[in-house]
């Protein structure tokens, strides 16, 4: 027997329907606040990341899937923003609007130790908003995720946020960080020793305890950035308390990835364990123009979709509660069966039937395990008639109803 790859997940037919809401919630949200989606390639070139993410991230050092095919050295995208960006450019979204917002969905890819929370194929719901340096779009894109995981039902969480500054001021902040962890360089873990010479920035959270003992002895304080920037910062925050979008300021939040500028934010929620964060984001302002665009500023975030499924817990099966079950008993009850079920299919009313041909106790219960609405019945005295018997199942209520009326009294009641 095949099994699956390990880090992978089925999702069976119990489990989809909590992944269509949340993709139905994001989309409606999304649209409210002037998204488009964009659907990009799973497979793009390995040189995208490789520019875009930083060559000392460990994304690029040992979690990318990588395929070589003859000249062409691909890659199993690991995350969405880059590859948004390689569209946006290549199909000159660039040059026909000031600004573009755009929303995706999609499995994404790592070569990382699967565990609750992470697995090597995931997947994302995200958003990018090309073009703007205003703090406002900060505070739009910031309570635009708030407002999705309320439409989620998902309280409990909370929003960290945090600036980087500009290049300088992360330059600044990178000379600082060597200068006070040098001396402290033994007692890290042998994982940070390296981050000190690849990625300073990644040992700012490393999830070691000693590392973060070392970390949380650090002196990180916003009088760090540049004047832009804190102005830029301050309106960010002032824009969040207007709206009532809670927060906790963190000098320690940074993001893996070296294309971050600025505004940084994380969504966290403990019940997810070590792997806390359900969904982050932040400015990427120089990343268009590294991938060879004109230089414009741009911010997003991305949700891992398990890691809501989880937040939430587990949730009854949503119940079926438009779908029309037809019974029939008998052949010719089987053949008026099949003209039954096309009439309420072509009056957009759902309607499936049982074909392993079991006995009416067994239908009645492939029903209820299905949690439809309605049952119609058809035998041989229905036939002699010209009626079905429609139960419904909430009540047990069963009626008599004409054969030629059924479809219109169903569509007042399930469409």
């Not at 994001?26 to 995208?48: C, K």
């Not at 991230?57 to 890659?75: A, N, R, Y």
């Not at 069963?398 to 399930?414: A, H």
Request: aromatic share 8%; hydrophobic share 35%; charged share 25%.
């Amino acid at each position: 027997m095949f099994k699956r790859v390990r880090g992978t997940q089925d999702i069976l037919p119990q489990d989809s329907l909590s992944w269509q809401e949340i993709e139905e919630v994001s989309r409606r949200i999304f649209s409210l606040y002037g998204y488009q989606e964009i659907r990009t390639p799973i497979l793009e070139r390995v040189s995208l990341f490789n520019h875009s993410l930083g060559e000392a991230t460990e994304i690029i050092q040992k979690q990318m899937f990588e395929l070589v095919h003859g000249k062409d050295h691909l890659v199993l995208r690991p995350e969405g923003t880059a590859a948004v960006v390689r569209a946006y450019l290549e199909n000159n979204l660039d040059k026909k609007s000031q600004t573009s917002k755009l929303f995706y969905f999609g499995p994404m890819f790592r070569a990382e130790r699967p565990q609750k929370g992470r697995l090597r194929q995931f997947h994302h719901l995200g958003i990018e908003a090309l073009g703007s340096l205003s703090p406002y779009l900060d505070v739009e894109v910031i309570s635009l995720g708030a407002r999705l995981l309320k439409e989620l039902c998902i309280s409990g969480y909370h929003i960290y946020i945090n600036s980087l500054g500009c290049q300088d001021d992360k330059a600044r902040l990178a000379k600082a960080l060597r200068r006070e962890l040098k001396s402290r360089l033994p007692k890290l873990c042998p994982d940070c020793q390296n981050r000190y010479h690849r990625n300073i920035f990644r040992i700012l959270d490393c999830k070691n305890s000693g590392c973060q003992k070392e970390v949380g002895s650090l002196e990180l304080k916003q009088g760090r950035l540049c004047s832009a920037c804190t102005q830029h910062f301050r309106a960010v925050i002032e824009g969040l308390e207007s709206i009532g979008v809670s927060y906790q300021l963190s000098p320690y939040l940074v993001r893996g990835l070296d294309y971050y500028t600025r505004t940084v934010f994380e969504f966290r929620h403990a019940s997810l364990g070590a792997q806390d964060a359900l969904g982050a984001g932040g400015r990427y302002d120089n990343l268009i123009g590294l991938l060879g665009g004109k230089e414009l500023p741009a911010i997003g975030f991305a949700f891992g979709i398990e890691r809501i499924l989880l937040a939430r817990g587990r949730k009854a099966a949503p119940k079926n509660q438009s779908l029309v079950f037809v019974i029939t008993l008998g052949k010719l009850a089987e053949k008026k069966g099949v003209k039954l079920l096309h009439s309420l299919r072509a009056n957009n009313i759902p309607a499936d039937t049982d074909y392993a041909g079991h006995s009416l106790k067994g239908k009645m219960r492939q029903a209820n395990e299905l949690g439809v609405r309605f049952c119609i019945i058809v035998g041989e005295n229905e036939l002699a008639k010209g009626m079905v018997s429609l139960k419904d199942m909430a009540t047990g209520e069963q009626n008599e109803i004409k054969q030629d009326e059924i479809v219109d009294y169903l569509k007042s009641k399930v469409t």
